[in-house]
Nanobody, 122 residues
Framework: QVQLVESGGGLVQPGGSLRLSCAASGIIFSSNAMGWYRRAPGKQRELVAFITSGGGVNYADSVKGRFTISRDNAENTVYLQMNSLKPEDTAVYYC????????????????WGQGTQVTVSS
């Protein structure tokens, strides 16, 4: 059984930073791409970033230059460093295991944790 546990969210002022963590179990972590999604109130789930098994990264335009995704295969953990946070970054953030399709797009598996709340407000 795949288990994903997100942590690190909280309340931060605009311009601040947070580091999210996702601990994975039940998968061969190093063989999978990993992604971060978010769901803002009243909106659809959005792919924020993903990292391939080889360490390649991709970001949504809205977070490019501000967020950094990374992974530690020894700890089965994926991270999302979020800097220069904006109110529109407010959302519940989820991690996910998946694959990269032939087009280079991220294809998530149907496994989700409880998420971690990020609130950006003054």
């Amino acid at each position: 059984q795949v288990q994903l546990v997100e942590s690190g969210g909280g309340l931060v002022q605009p311009g601040g930073s947070l580091r999210l963590s996702c601990a994975a179990s039940g998968i061969i972590f190093s063989s999978n791409a990993m992604g971060w999604y978010r769901r803002a109130p009243g909106k659809q789930r959005e792919l924020v970033a993903f990292i391939t098994s080889g360490g390649g990264v991709n970001y949504a335009d809205s977070v490019k230059g501000r967020f950094t995704i990374s992974r530690d295969n020894a700890e089965n953990t994926v991270y999302l460093q979020m800097n220069s946070l904006k109110p529109e970054d407010t959302a519940v953030y989820y991690c996910n295991a998946g694959r990269v399709g032939l087009s280079g797009s991220y294809r998530p598996f149907d496994n989700w944790g409880q998420g971690t709340q990020v609130t950006v407000s003054s």
